[in-house]
């Protein structure tokens, strides 16, 4: 079991490497978690399944960051979204196969045909320095945190809502006053 930061930050560092933009990562946090209604019950193979969905919808980019190489960065996201989702979840965070298939939503063959083939184009592209790869990544995607931005804008969020929760319960006891006010006026004679 996840705490809300736990899971915000499970989740950018997996929708970073998945879509390659840290910005559109952040819109990946509010999509998953907003959406489930109790963080307590949510496994951490469902939040990469959620995760996984998500990313989908974001156009990939290239990663750019001074500790990875570009020609990694510029394989990474050239590959298919589903190759790159089985060869991060096998490579990088070293999921278990089923695990990995599962967060796919494939079968287990299917999830891995697509890491063969991940791993065939990383080979082609990389030669002898394939096999640091999956290091350099998973380094990367240890130092991510939740940006400041994402924080500030879920607080605001937080407070508009409870502002307006404010008013409303203000406008419902100010129209009740005012039903007890003319309820309770004395009869005119007719």
């Given at each position: 079991?996840?705490?809300?930061?736990?899971?915000?930050?499970?989740?950018?560092?997996?929708?970073?490497?998945?879509?390659?933009?840290?910005?559109?990562?952040?819109?990946?946090?509010?999509?998953?978690?907003?959406?489930?209604?109790?963080?307590?019950?949510?496994?951490?193979?469902?939040?990469?399944?959620?995760?996984?969905?998500?990313?989908?919808?974001?156009?990939?980019?290239?990663?750019?960051?001074?500790?990875?190489?570009?020609?990694?960065?510029?394989?990474?996201?050239?590959?298919?979204?589903?190759?790159?989702?089985?060869?991060?979840?096998?490579?990088?965070?070293?999921?278990?196969?089923?695990?990995?298939?599962?967060?796919?939503?494939?079968?287990l063959t299917a999830a891995q045909r697509?890491?063969?083939?991940?791993?065939?184009?990383?080979n082609e592209r990389m030669g002898d320095?394939?096999?640091?790869?999956?290091?350099?990544?998973?380094?990367?995607?240890?130092?991510?945190?939740?940006?400041?931005?994402?924080?500030?804008?879920?607080?605001?969020?937080?407070?508009?809502?409870?502002?307006?929760?404010?008013?409303?319960?203000?406008?419902?006891?100010?129209?009740?006053?005012?039903?007890?006010?003319?309820?309770?006026?004395?009869?005119?004679?007719?």
């Amino acid at each position: 079991m996840l705490d809300r930061t736990a899971c915000e930050r499970r989740v950018y560092r997996l929708a970073v490497l998945l879509t390659g933009n840290p910005i559109s990562a952040t819109k990946v946090i509010g999509q998953v978690l907003d959406a489930q209604p109790d963080l307590r019950r949510l496994d951490s193979a469902h939040l990469d399944r959620l995760t996984v969905l998500r990313s989908r919808e974001i156009a990939t980019a290239m990663l750019v960051d001074e500790s990875i190489p570009r020609d990694v960065a510029a394989w990474l996201a050239n590959l298919d979204p589903q190759q790159r989702e089985a060869w991060v979840f096998l490579r990088v965070y070293q999921l278990a196969d089923r695990e990995m298939a599962r967060a796919m939503d494939c079968s287990l063959t299917a999830a891995q045909r697509h890491l063969y083939q991940a791993e065939r184009s990383l080979n082609e592209r990389m030669g002898d320095t394939a096999a640091t790869v999956p290091s350099t990544l998973l380094s990367y995607s240890m130092r991510l945190d939740v940006p400041a931005f994402y924080r500030i804008e879920r607080r605001r969020r937080r407070q508009w809502r409870l502002a307006w929760i404010v008013i409303g319960i203000a406008a419902v006891a100010l129209g009740l006053a005012m039903l007890l006010t003319w309820w309770a006026r004395p009869l005119s004679p007719t």
